[in-house]
């Protein structure tokens, strides 16, 4: 069989092509361009990992801006609710004082002479004075607490704004990624057709490949094939999540992000668990991966960026990235950092 040597022309001259066109929109002109299609996917491939790592982390500061901010909120009730504490007890006080005025203002001692009955005016006497001394501790205490109280809402409110500032420039440096990852998707979509699919061919070979590397090991021999109740659950609610599109941030019910399809999984099995990836995996205890089963969420790569549902046979559930939709896929066929269970 003999090549058409125009065709191969034109086919290497648009893989040149799209490889400067990436290296100009998606990072500087340094280091090595990408020449072949494997060196294109590869590129694209880092891009989507760095705007997920984006994602990720801008996700966990709105989690943590969220919490701050109720926490604020219950603090700033903690000091009205002192404060009209306070106003109540100094009224007290006043009104104690204004009636022992109103009385004549007699000492204790003078009563104490004066009254037919000594020993009962020594002993009500005592009460009183025990009763202002005690009221005065006690407005002591709660000027002192009203004032660590706004103490606190004061140190909670200024994180609640540093918060905010870092996720403004979070998101600047999220849209600035997710802006150059439009740009390489439309410079993706320009390829022939032939180039496209060789491009998901590749993909699913390199998945392929990594699946039976992981598979050889034995990672898989003494895997469960039975997860818990709530396990069982998470996995039911992921495969009628199935074909539902990718998008950044999202935890449904339309579209997820991975871990936004993780924590509603499990969150409809009955079990709350952190928002993002690198949450669950720094929180969530830890089993080893030869011992998964169903329902345990398999994390990926160093920086804990990706994550997925075990489901089973060497399969999970995931929402993989921007253009893809919720699927099932080849466990093994990313780089395994470990295994939580959020049931154990």
Known sequence: ?????GAHGRRTAAVVTLALALTATLHPPA???PQTLPEVRAELDRLYHRAEVATEKYNALD?????????LGTLRAQVVAAERKL??????AGSAAR???????????VQFALARDPERALDNASRARQAQLATRRTVGSLTTAQEELRSRSAAAGEELRRLRRNRGSLGSHRRTILSRIDEARKVESRLESRQRRELAALERRTADEAQADWVRRGVLDDAGTEGGTAGREAVAFARRELGKPYVWG????GSYDCSGLTSQAWLKAGVPIPRTSQEQWRRLPRVPVTRMRPGDLII?????SHVSLYIGG???IHAPRPGRHVTVAPAGSMEILGVVRPDA
């Open 99 to 109: 009636s022992q005025y109103r009385g004549g203002g007699v000492p204790a001692e």
């Open 63 to 71: 989690g943590r801006i969220t919490r701050q901010g109720k926490r």
């Open 314 to 316: 060497g399969r999970m």
């Open 250 to 253: 999202a935890e449904g019910p």
């Open 31 to 33: 280091g090595a361009e």
């Open 300 to 304: 990926y790569n160093a920086d804990a």
């Open 87 to 92: 106003s109540r007890l100094t009224a007290l």
């Open 1 to 5: 069989m003999t090549q058409n040597p």
